[in-house]
């Protein structure tokens, strides 16, 4: 038995009709760039997430990369980041001419710990990177407190959390704007790339509007330096098929997790991941276990035929892009070397999720 870490061809082949139809709905459109399939998605996603405007844009980095454009945010200017993230939330900051300020995680979410934020915070701080890492909400209630009463932007790069919800409200309506991503292996994946912006602040739906499409309201009207960065149709009707399943998929993600909880529990050495509660659920974009022998756990399962990742083996401060800087954060650094994403695709078998777990508990 070979076991994925995750393959998204098995939930495509449930609606293999729909998504064929839908992309046959555009071809014989004449709409490819922009039109009614883009406009219709972007109403449907932000209805979903509970947030007023939805801008559509080519990937989760020009979704960052465009929120702080659109505040303005630039060179100068701070822009706190987890120190435990995917690289692209820093590099949007980057993009903008603006300084990543890393903060360390809470070790129990891998989120950033709000109560690190205070001694980040100078008079430079114009935003609050909250990256739901891993399918996990941040706490955006506690980093809004962290910034105090100061007009400090509380973004969300929501890539990995399409549908979590922290209290009553879902990502993408959490912060002051929020960035999607549907890279083809997130919850809710196009069949390429693809990315938006959610937000209630109608200005700033607007200038991303204008910032997406060269600067520009009325063709060959240039109001500012703006960029190529266009939600593709084709994959805007892919993802109308898609989205009326993500739920229903995390449900399958969630009732996987349950049991990867319940069978793993005490396997000596493993720190499993911690569950939803009452207050916030966990959509379960990947399911991240650390263990101290990490490399070695993961050649007995490769050994085993289970597929797994490292979400991330370089902290974006040890990558080369940001090596020269000489950062130091060591929280972020265990981590690495410790989490382990076993499978976690929705239409994972009874059988297969058991052969995961046997193969886990036959560590030593
Ligand atoms: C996937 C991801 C991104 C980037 O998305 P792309 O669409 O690949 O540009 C940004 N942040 C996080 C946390 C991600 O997981």
Not at 163 to 185: C, E, H, M, Q, V
Not at 200 to 213: I, Q, S, W
């Amino acid at each position: 038995m070979t076991i994925p870490i995750y393959e998204v061809g098995r939930a495509h082949a449930t609606i293999a009709a729909e998504l064929e139809a839908a992309a046959l709905r555009v071809v014989r459109s004449g709409h490819y760039i922009g039109g009614p399939e883009v406009d219709a998605f972007e109403r449907e996603f932000a209805a979903w997430c509970g947030a007023s405007h939805c801008v559509g844009v080519a990937n989760g980095l020009d979704a960052l990369h465009l929120i702080l454009r659109a505040y303005g945010i630039g060179a100068g200017d701070e822009v706190i980041v987890p120190s435990n993230t995917y690289v692209a939330t820093w590099l949007a900051v980057s993009h903008a001419g603006a300084t990543p300020v890393p903060v360390e995680p809470d070790e129990g979410s891998h989120n950033i710990d709000p109560g690190r934020i205070a001694a980040a915070l100078t008079s430079r701080t114009r935003a609050v990177m909250a990256v739901h890492l891993y399918g996990r909400p941040a706490p955006v209630d506690a980093i809004r407190l962290a910034v105090g009463g100061r007009d400090i932007k509380v973004i969300e790069d929501a890539a990995q959390a399409h549908g979590a919800t922290l209290g009553n409200r879902r990502a993408g309506a959490l912060g002051d704007a929020a960035a999607f991503s549907f890279y083809p292996s997130k919850n809710l994946g196009a069949l390429g790339d693809a990315g938006a912006v959610l937000t209630g602040d109608a200005e700033l739906a607007d200038r991303v509007r204008v910032l997406r499409n060269y600067g520009s309201r009325k063709r060959y009207e240039n109001e500012v330096i703006g960029y190529n960065s266009r939600l593709d149709p084709l994959q805007a009707a892919m993802m109308r098929v898609k989205l009326p399943h993500v739920l229903g998929w995390n449900q399958q993600r969630e009732a996987l997790a349950a049991r990867y909880l319940r069978e793993m529990a005490g396997v000596p050495g493993l720190v499993l991941p911690e569950p939803g509660g009452a207050h916030w659920s966990h959509v379960w974009h990947q399911f991240v276990v650390r263990h101290p022998k990490r490399d070695a756990l993961q050649s007995h399962l490769e050994a085993a035929g289970i597929g797994t990742l490292v979400h991330y083996p370089i902290p974006p401060h040890l990558s080369g892009a940001y090596a020269s800087l000489g950062l130091d954060f060591p929280i972020a650094a265990r981590l690495a070397r410790e989490v382990l994403s076993l499978p976690i695709d929705p239409f994972l078998s009874e059988d297969e999720a058991g052969a995961v777990i046997a193969a886990v508990k036959s560590f030593r």
